[in-house]
């Protein structure tokens, strides 16, 4: 399954070769992101829009079952006094269908380094999506989504820690749902790539190194809290780290593969 | 110096203790930044925003030697045909100030593993900035402007590639540089901090493990390009890739230090 290309939503630039439609790449970017970049316009009168770092998860209350390759809603959390809550209420009570956002995720994962300035990049990937936000009210929805975006922070966990939210919380806790309307994902795997004027000039080729430096995020051994009175660190905390930690140092090694084997 | 508190760049959650407006602070997460996330609102009838992933930077091209304490600009790299370009020209010749757009970096630096779900958190660094984008024109701040961007991927790049770039390369690079009207970053560094509730339940307390969990970016071992000569990596990679690694396991143990000396 694609999300339609429309103006909104098209890469343009190599879009060819590094444009992503199918909502796999795309939600799957949003979901690996450990936060995501949220953008709307709070002050009607004013012409910037606001960006707001969030944690936000992909995921269908509805059909929980749904994988990251079939349609799903973003969700975002946020403290319920905060201001993109608020515009958000706003914008529902004026009957609108809710605040229109974009939801943005990227990730680096290696220093792409050319010939030529110009040929520099990153390896990388990005997803945006845009859709309309709205408050969630059902209390059924909202637990399920505070517990999917604790889970998301380490596997597990909710399960794992004084559950469920007491009614304080649950009061001070805001959940935003955000409706896709279309998205898209930009992603660069591959090799340095130099214009022919450089691969044919010996003196550049002889005096400028050109490859790839792999980047990864890797979690550090744990540390217990001056509170903690618990002997061991948890299984599903030790478990995660090793996992993620892997998981990061395998697509970096995937991409090292690609930079190896490419042919000029 | 401090970015003035508007309505626009103030720090409400949570803002006395994590909000910051010294230009250092600002300046400095936009600047460690690998990528920033730029949002601006491309078509006029349209509601929504757009978040683009871009490389930027912080500096001064009339005051080089201005440090990050000191006023700056930010300067994005582009293609020259992208929208944000397009866009950019249009709004400057209808004699505005250029375009409005909203710069945002975040940094995760650990996961904070709590009692309670909602006393879950990250440790961050994230900054915002507001301000007017306008395409450089100047051939000299042009070519300034890309060095720095290029140095900034690695530092010393520059003179150790193919430059200057030649006028294709010129012609196809568009730079903008964004005026910041005002500013704000929002930094977490501390240790996990439960509620008094939860700090008091002995069953909490014997069965929730709290802790943190640090999170480093690290870059592993250079891989030259299929059709790279030169024998060896250079120095300016390989001490780059020591520095870079050091200085995130710096940050990291500085806040281990904070997690352990914490009292409850």
């Known amino acids: 399954m694609e999300y339609p290309k429309e103006a909104r939503n098209t890469v343009n630039r190599k879009g060819k070769m590094r444009g992503k439609y199918d909502l796999e790449t795309v939600h799957s970017i949003i979901q690996q992101a450990r936060v995501v970049h949220v953008s709307f316009t709070p002050f009607p009168d004013d012409p910037f829009p606001v960006i707001l770092p969030m944690i936000g998860i992909m995921g269908s209350y509805a059909r929980p079952s749904a ?70 009210t ?44 279309n998205a898209s994902a930009k992603v660069r795997d591959g090799p340095p790539g130099d214009e022919l004027v450089d691969l044919k000039d010996d003196d550049v080729r002889g005096r400028v190194w050109a490859g790839y430096v792999p980047m990864v995020e890797q979690l550090l051994d744990p540390v217990a809290s001056s509170y903690n009175r618990v002997g061991e660190v948890p299984a599903h905390v030790k478990e995660y780290i090793e996992v993620a930690n892997q998981e990061e140092l395998d697509y970096a090694n995937k991409l090292v593969g690609v930079v190896k084997n490419a042919t000029e």
């Open 138 to 181: 059902d209390v059924g929805e909202k637990l399920w989504a505070m517990e999917q975006i604790t889970n998301k922070v380490v596997p597990n966990r909710w399960e794992n820690t004084r559950v469920p939210p007491n009614a304080a919380e649950m009061s001070s806790t805001q959940i935003l749902k955000v409706t896709v309307q």
């Open 67 to 136: 994988g990251l390759d079939e349609p799903q809603e973003c969700y975002l959390h946020g403290y319920v006094s905060s201001r993109i809550m608020n515009v958000t209420k706003q914008t529902v009570v004026d009957g609108k269908l809710g605040l229109p956002v974009c939801v943005a995720a990227s990730r680096v994962d290696g220093l792409v380094l050319a010939l030529s300035p110009n040929a520099h990049s990153y390896n990388y990937r990005s997803a945006v999506l845009f859709g309309y936000a709205t408050p969630v």
